[in-house]
Protein backbone atom coordinates (compact mmCIF):
# COMPACT_ATOMS: atom_id res chain seq x y z
CA UNK A 1 0.00 0.00 0.00
CA UNK A 2 1.59 3.29 -1.24
CA UNK A 3 1.96 5.70 1.32
CA UNK A 4 0.62 9.55 1.01
CA UNK A 5 2.95 12.18 2.40
CA UNK A 6 0.86 15.13 3.06
CA UNK A 7 3.08 16.88 5.68
CA UNK A 8 5.35 18.77 3.88
CA UNK A 9 5.20 21.66 6.57
CA UNK A 10 6.96 19.30 9.37
CA UNK A 11 9.37 18.21 7.26
CA UNK A 12 10.05 16.99 3.69
CA UNK A 13 11.52 14.09 2.00
CA UNK A 14 15.78 14.92 1.15
CA UNK A 15 16.34 15.03 -2.58
CA UNK A 16 18.74 12.83 -3.19
CA UNK A 17 21.21 15.42 -5.24
CA UNK A 18 21.29 16.46 -1.37
CA UNK A 19 22.31 13.15 -0.52
CA UNK A 20 25.04 12.70 -2.76
CA UNK A 21 26.48 16.22 -2.06
CA UNK A 22 26.89 15.76 1.76
CA UNK A 23 28.41 11.66 0.89
CA UNK A 24 31.96 12.74 0.62
CA UNK A 25 31.98 14.41 3.62
CA UNK A 26 29.98 11.30 5.69
CA UNK A 27 32.98 9.20 4.28
CA UNK A 28 36.45 9.93 3.62
CA UNK A 29 36.43 14.19 4.05
CA UNK A 30 36.16 13.59 7.87
CA UNK A 31 38.68 15.86 9.06
CA UNK A 32 37.86 18.44 11.65
CA UNK A 33 37.08 22.32 10.48
CA UNK A 34 39.33 23.35 13.50
CA UNK A 35 42.63 21.35 12.20
CA UNK A 36 45.11 23.12 10.30
CA UNK A 37 46.34 20.01 8.37
CA UNK A 38 44.70 19.21 4.98
CA UNK A 39 42.45 17.16 6.09
CA UNK A 40 40.69 19.85 8.67
CA UNK A 41 41.27 22.57 5.66
CA UNK A 42 39.00 20.77 2.75
CA UNK A 43 35.85 20.70 5.78
CA UNK A 44 36.93 24.40 6.75
CA UNK A 45 36.87 25.50 2.69
CA UNK A 46 32.87 23.36 1.92
CA UNK A 47 31.68 24.94 5.33
CA UNK A 48 32.80 28.77 3.96
CA UNK A 49 31.73 27.72 0.32
CA UNK A 50 28.34 26.80 1.82
CA UNK A 51 28.23 29.98 3.75
CA UNK A 52 28.75 32.20 0.63
CA UNK A 53 26.37 30.21 -1.81
CA UNK A 54 23.78 30.82 0.78
CA UNK A 55 24.40 34.17 0.88
CA UNK A 56 24.48 35.14 -2.45
CA UNK A 57 20.65 32.80 -2.70
CA UNK A 58 19.31 35.20 -0.47
CA UNK A 59 21.17 38.43 -0.83
CA UNK A 60 23.04 38.85 2.18
CA UNK A 61 27.16 39.19 2.83
CA UNK A 62 28.47 35.65 3.96
CA UNK A 63 29.57 37.34 7.46
CA UNK A 64 25.76 37.84 8.30
CA UNK A 65 25.01 33.85 7.94
CA UNK A 66 25.40 31.59 10.86
CA UNK A 67 24.74 28.20 10.83
CA UNK A 68 23.14 26.77 13.81
CA UNK A 69 21.28 23.41 14.51
CA UNK A 70 17.77 24.75 12.89
CA UNK A 71 15.25 26.95 13.51
CA UNK A 72 14.65 26.42 17.12
CA UNK A 73 18.27 27.32 18.01
CA UNK A 74 18.34 30.00 15.89
CA UNK A 75 14.89 31.81 17.11
CA UNK A 76 16.09 31.48 20.66
CA UNK A 77 18.90 33.05 19.57
CA UNK A 78 18.17 35.66 18.41
CA UNK A 79 15.40 36.42 21.24
CA UNK A 80 17.71 35.92 23.65
CA UNK A 81 20.38 38.27 22.47
CA UNK A 82 17.74 41.06 21.96
CA UNK A 83 17.12 41.17 25.49
CA UNK A 84 20.54 40.71 27.21
CA UNK A 85 22.49 42.60 24.32
CA UNK A 86 20.40 44.95 22.86
CA UNK A 87 18.76 46.17 25.44
CA UNK A 88 14.94 45.38 24.68
CA UNK A 89 12.97 45.34 27.23
CA UNK A 90 9.65 45.21 25.46
CA UNK A 91 8.92 42.28 23.17
CA UNK A 92 5.75 42.49 20.88
CA UNK A 93 4.62 39.04 19.01
CA UNK A 94 1.47 37.51 18.29
CA UNK A 95 -0.26 34.52 19.81
CA UNK A 96 -0.07 32.20 17.03
CA UNK A 97 3.84 31.90 17.06
CA UNK A 98 5.56 28.95 16.87
CA UNK A 99 6.68 27.42 19.90
CA UNK A 100 10.14 27.91 19.02
CA UNK A 101 9.34 31.78 19.13
CA UNK A 102 6.47 31.48 21.83
CA UNK A 103 7.92 29.85 24.83
CA UNK A 104 11.31 30.95 24.53
CA UNK A 105 9.46 34.66 24.92
CA UNK A 106 7.39 33.43 27.72
CA UNK A 107 10.52 32.38 29.55
CA UNK A 108 11.99 35.69 29.32
CA UNK A 109 8.56 37.11 30.56
CA UNK A 110 8.35 34.58 33.66
CA UNK A 111 11.63 35.75 34.42
CA UNK A 112 11.09 39.42 34.15
CA UNK A 113 13.35 40.29 31.93
CA UNK A 114 10.75 42.04 29.61
CA UNK A 115 7.77 42.85 29.17
CA UNK A 116 5.29 41.07 26.50
CA UNK A 117 2.47 42.23 24.28
CA UNK A 118 0.42 40.36 21.85
CA UNK A 119 -0.76 42.22 18.78
CA UNK A 120 -4.34 41.72 17.89
CA UNK A 121 -5.19 39.12 14.66
CA UNK A 122 -7.77 40.41 12.29
CA UNK A 123 -10.70 37.79 11.51
CA UNK A 124 -8.43 35.88 8.78
CA UNK A 125 -5.87 35.19 11.06
CA UNK A 126 -3.11 37.99 9.48
CA UNK A 127 -1.51 40.34 11.73
CA UNK A 128 -3.47 43.63 12.58
CA UNK A 129 -1.11 46.28 11.42
CA UNK A 130 -3.17 49.20 12.94
CA UNK A 131 -2.69 47.66 16.24
CA UNK A 132 1.34 47.01 15.62
CA UNK A 133 1.77 50.45 14.93
CA UNK A 134 -0.12 51.41 18.39
CA UNK A 135 1.71 49.17 20.59
CA UNK A 136 5.08 50.24 19.09
CA UNK A 137 3.53 54.20 19.09
CA UNK A 138 2.94 53.59 22.73
CA UNK A 139 6.00 51.48 23.86
CA UNK A 140 8.82 53.51 26.33
CA UNK A 141 11.57 50.88 26.25
CA UNK A 142 13.36 49.32 23.66
CA UNK A 143 11.88 47.14 21.60
CA UNK A 144 11.69 43.99 19.84
CA UNK A 145 9.01 42.80 17.23
CA UNK A 146 9.15 38.97 16.80
CA UNK A 147 6.64 38.13 14.15
CA UNK A 148 6.70 34.87 11.81
CA UNK A 149 7.10 35.54 7.63
CA UNK A 150 4.34 32.64 7.72
CA UNK A 151 2.52 30.72 9.86
CA UNK A 152 3.33 26.75 9.97
CA UNK A 153 -0.37 25.71 10.86
CA UNK A 154 -2.16 28.07 8.65
CA UNK A 155 -0.40 29.33 6.08
CA UNK A 156 -1.07 33.28 6.60
CA UNK A 157 2.16 35.49 5.32
CA UNK A 158 3.33 38.54 6.72
CA UNK A 159 4.33 41.38 5.03
CA UNK A 160 8.15 41.63 5.79
CA UNK A 161 8.57 45.09 4.54
CA UNK A 162 5.92 46.47 5.60
CA UNK A 163 6.30 45.28 9.62
CA UNK A 164 10.11 46.12 9.02
CA UNK A 165 9.26 49.61 8.47
CA UNK A 166 7.44 49.96 10.99
CA UNK A 167 10.17 48.81 13.00
CA UNK A 168 12.15 51.17 11.28
CA UNK A 169 10.12 54.18 11.99
CA UNK A 170 9.77 53.63 15.59
CA UNK A 171 13.55 52.18 16.23
CA UNK A 172 12.61 49.17 17.10
CA UNK A 173 14.69 45.67 16.28
CA UNK A 174 12.77 43.43 14.11
CA UNK A 175 13.35 39.51 13.88
CA UNK A 176 11.10 36.99 11.64
CA UNK A 177 11.13 32.95 11.70
CA UNK A 178 10.92 32.47 8.22
CA UNK A 179 11.58 28.90 8.61
CA UNK A 180 8.34 28.18 6.43
CA UNK A 181 8.86 30.29 3.63
CA UNK A 182 13.06 30.38 3.73
CA UNK A 183 13.82 27.72 0.17
CA UNK A 184 10.01 28.51 -0.53
CA UNK A 185 10.15 32.10 -1.70
CA UNK A 186 12.98 34.14 -2.70
CA UNK A 187 14.05 36.20 0.15
CA UNK A 188 16.00 39.35 -0.68
CA UNK A 189 17.59 40.17 2.85
CA UNK A 190 19.96 43.48 1.78
CA UNK A 191 16.87 44.71 0.70
CA UNK A 192 14.49 43.71 3.52
CA UNK A 193 14.18 46.00 7.17
CA UNK A 194 15.05 42.92 9.43
CA UNK A 195 17.54 43.10 11.77
CA UNK A 196 17.36 38.49 12.21
CA UNK A 197 15.80 35.94 10.14
CA UNK A 198 16.12 32.06 10.49
CA UNK A 199 15.67 28.83 8.30
CA UNK A 200 15.75 24.92 8.98
CA UNK A 201 16.82 23.20 5.79
CA UNK A 202 14.26 19.70 6.41
CA UNK A 203 11.69 22.44 5.29
CA UNK A 204 12.98 22.45 1.49
CA UNK A 205 14.43 18.50 1.44
CA UNK A 206 17.28 18.87 2.99
CA UNK A 207 18.97 17.22 5.79
CA UNK A 208 17.23 17.86 9.47
CA UNK A 209 19.59 19.32 12.89
CA UNK A 210 21.13 22.02 10.03
CA UNK A 211 19.42 25.72 10.25
CA UNK A 212 21.00 29.30 9.58
CA UNK A 213 20.55 32.34 11.57
CA UNK A 214 21.33 35.61 9.59
CA UNK A 215 22.40 39.05 11.54
CA UNK A 216 22.36 42.06 9.92
CA UNK A 217 25.82 43.54 9.46
CA UNK A 218 24.69 46.53 11.77
CA UNK A 219 24.55 44.47 14.56
CA UNK A 220 26.65 42.72 17.48
CA UNK A 221 25.37 40.16 19.55
CA UNK A 222 27.00 37.60 21.90
CA UNK A 223 27.42 33.76 21.22
CA UNK A 224 23.86 31.69 22.92
CA UNK A 225 26.87 28.80 23.23
CA UNK A 226 30.15 29.24 24.81
CA UNK A 227 33.10 27.34 24.03
CA UNK A 228 35.54 27.26 20.96
CA UNK A 229 35.98 30.30 18.25
CA UNK A 230 33.63 28.55 15.87
CA UNK A 231 31.09 30.68 13.80
CA UNK A 232 33.12 33.46 13.90
CA UNK A 233 33.33 33.33 17.84
CA UNK A 234 29.06 33.14 17.26
CA UNK A 235 28.26 29.56 18.02
CA UNK A 236 30.66 27.01 19.72
CA UNK A 237 30.95 23.02 18.84
CA UNK A 238 32.65 21.12 15.97
CA UNK A 239 30.53 22.78 12.84
CA UNK A 240 27.91 19.64 11.75
CA UNK A 241 30.12 20.24 8.18
CA UNK A 242 27.57 17.59 6.42
CA UNK A 243 24.35 19.10 7.59
CA UNK A 244 25.81 22.42 6.10
CA UNK A 245 26.45 20.83 2.94
CA UNK A 246 23.55 19.92 2.83
CA UNK A 247 21.46 22.80 3.75
CA UNK A 248 23.54 24.43 1.14
CA UNK A 249 22.74 22.30 -1.76
CA UNK A 250 19.21 21.83 -0.79
CA UNK A 251 18.75 25.96 -1.13
CA UNK A 252 20.30 25.97 -4.45
CA UNK A 253 18.21 23.25 -5.66
CA UNK A 254 14.79 24.82 -3.91
CA UNK A 255 16.08 28.45 -5.63
CA UNK A 256 16.79 26.98 -9.23
CA UNK A 257 13.28 25.77 -9.83
CA UNK A 258 11.17 27.91 -7.64
CA UNK A 259 9.36 29.47 -10.07
CA UNK A 260 7.87 26.21 -11.66
CA UNK A 261 7.73 24.22 -8.12
CA UNK A 262 5.67 26.63 -6.24
CA UNK A 263 3.15 27.01 -9.43
CA UNK A 264 2.87 23.27 -9.68
CA UNK A 265 2.78 22.64 -5.68
CA UNK A 266 -0.15 25.77 -5.78
CA UNK A 267 -2.10 23.92 -8.18
CA UNK A 268 -2.52 20.59 -5.64
CA UNK A 269 -3.54 23.33 -2.74
CA UNK A 270 -6.58 24.70 -5.38
CA UNK A 271 -7.52 21.71 -6.25
CA UNK A 272 -7.32 19.75 -2.67
CA UNK A 273 -9.55 22.93 -1.78
CA UNK A 274 -12.17 22.53 -4.74
CA UNK A 275 -12.44 18.63 -4.38
CA UNK A 276 -13.47 19.02 -0.44
CA UNK A 277 -15.27 21.77 -0.89
CA UNK A 278 -17.30 19.91 -3.67
CA UNK A 279 -17.47 16.43 -2.07
CA UNK A 280 -17.42 17.15 1.61
CA UNK A 281 -20.31 19.52 3.66
CA UNK A 282 -20.01 21.69 6.21
CA UNK A 283 -16.08 21.94 6.48
CA UNK A 284 -14.42 25.12 6.45
CA UNK A 285 -10.93 26.50 5.84
CA UNK A 286 -9.02 28.70 8.09
CA UNK A 287 -6.34 31.25 7.53
CA UNK A 288 -6.40 33.47 4.10
CA UNK A 289 -5.87 30.53 2.56
CA UNK A 290 -7.15 32.08 -0.90
CA UNK A 291 -5.26 35.25 -0.08
CA UNK A 292 -1.45 36.42 1.67
CA UNK A 293 -0.63 32.37 2.00
CA UNK A 294 1.92 29.50 1.50
CA UNK A 295 1.35 28.27 -1.65
CA UNK A 296 1.98 24.66 0.27
CA UNK A 297 -0.33 24.73 3.57
CA UNK A 298 -4.11 23.86 3.66
CA UNK A 299 -5.89 23.85 6.76
CA UNK A 300 -9.23 22.34 6.90
CA UNK A 301 -11.83 22.40 9.64
CA UNK A 302 -14.37 19.51 9.69
CA UNK A 303 -17.35 18.88 12.24
CA UNK A 304 -16.87 17.42 15.10
CA UNK A 305 -18.37 14.15 15.45
CA UNK A 306 -17.19 10.59 16.38
CA UNK A 307 -16.26 9.69 12.98
CA UNK A 308 -13.66 13.33 12.61
CA UNK A 309 -12.24 12.95 16.24
CA UNK A 310 -10.41 10.17 15.19
CA UNK A 311 -9.68 11.22 11.70
CA UNK A 312 -6.26 11.71 11.86
CA UNK A 313 -5.62 7.96 13.23
CA UNK A 314 -8.09 6.55 10.76
CA UNK A 315 -5.89 8.47 7.94
CA UNK A 316 -2.75 7.22 9.26
CA UNK A 317 -3.81 3.63 9.04
CA UNK A 318 -5.02 4.47 5.08
CA UNK A 319 -1.15 5.16 5.25
CA UNK A 320 -2.11 9.20 4.61
CA UNK A 321 -0.11 11.52 6.70
CA UNK A 322 -1.46 14.81 7.36
CA UNK A 323 -1.47 16.60 10.86
CA UNK A 324 -3.90 18.24 13.51
CA UNK A 325 -1.72 21.55 13.46
CA UNK A 326 2.17 21.76 13.32
CA UNK A 327 3.81 18.54 14.23
CA UNK A 328 5.33 19.76 16.78
CA UNK A 329 2.09 19.44 19.11
CA UNK A 330 1.08 16.47 17.59
CA UNK A 331 1.52 14.27 19.94
CA UNK A 332 -0.22 17.14 22.32
CA UNK A 333 -3.43 16.64 23.72
CA UNK A 334 -4.17 20.31 24.46
CA UNK A 335 -4.93 21.03 20.56
CA UNK A 336 -3.45 23.65 18.61
CA UNK A 337 -2.92 27.09 20.42
CA UNK A 338 -2.83 28.97 16.54
CA UNK A 339 -6.55 27.09 16.03
CA UNK A 340 -7.64 28.23 18.97
CA UNK A 341 -6.42 31.99 18.62
CA UNK A 342 -7.66 32.11 15.18
CA UNK A 343 -10.68 29.85 14.63
CA UNK A 344 -12.16 28.99 18.36
CA UNK A 345 -14.85 26.45 17.73
CA UNK A 346 -14.90 23.42 19.71
CA UNK A 347 -17.06 21.72 17.27
CA UNK A 348 -14.86 21.75 14.61
CA UNK A 349 -11.63 19.57 14.35
CA UNK A 350 -9.34 20.50 12.32
CA UNK A 351 -6.91 19.02 9.91
CA UNK A 352 -3.23 20.47 8.32
CA UNK A 353 -2.41 18.72 4.69
CA UNK A 354 0.92 20.51 2.91
CA UNK A 355 2.62 19.58 -0.21
CA UNK A 356 5.25 19.51 -1.95
CA UNK A 357 6.69 19.40 -5.67
CA UNK A 358 6.63 15.70 -5.59
CA UNK A 359 2.85 15.35 -4.70
CA UNK A 360 0.27 14.95 -7.38
CA UNK A 361 -3.40 15.67 -8.38
CA UNK A 362 -4.14 11.86 -7.83
CA UNK A 363 -2.56 11.97 -4.34
CA UNK A 364 -5.27 14.57 -3.60
CA UNK A 365 -8.63 12.53 -5.40
CA UNK A 366 -7.15 9.76 -3.06
CA UNK A 367 -7.36 11.52 -0.10
CA UNK A 368 -10.55 13.42 -1.04
CA UNK A 369 -11.99 9.82 -2.04
CA UNK A 370 -10.70 8.35 1.99
CA UNK A 371 -11.65 11.40 3.81
CA UNK A 372 -15.54 10.78 1.95
CA UNK A 373 -15.37 7.60 2.60
CA UNK A 374 -14.44 7.51 6.57
CA UNK A 375 -17.03 10.86 6.88
Do not use: W
Request: net charge negative; glycine share 8%.
Amino acid sequence: MKRIYFDNAATTAIDPAVVEAMLPYLTEKFGNPSSIYSYGRETRIAIESARKSVAKLVNAHPAEIFFTSGGTESNNTAIIASVRDLGCKHIITSPIEHHGVSHVIEYLDNQDLVKVSYVKLLPNGHVDIENLEDLLAASEEKTLVSLMHANNEIGNMLDLHEVGNLCKLYNAFFHSDTVQTLGHFPIDLRNTPVHFVTGASHKFHGPKGVGILYINENIRIKPFMHGGSQERNMRAGTENVYGIVGFSKALELSMADYENDSAYTGTLKYYMLEQLKKEIPNIGFNGDCLGRSLYTVLSVSFPKSEKTEMLLFNLDIQNICASGGSACTSGAEQGSHVIRAVNNNPNQITVRFSFCKHNTKDEVDEVVAKLKELL
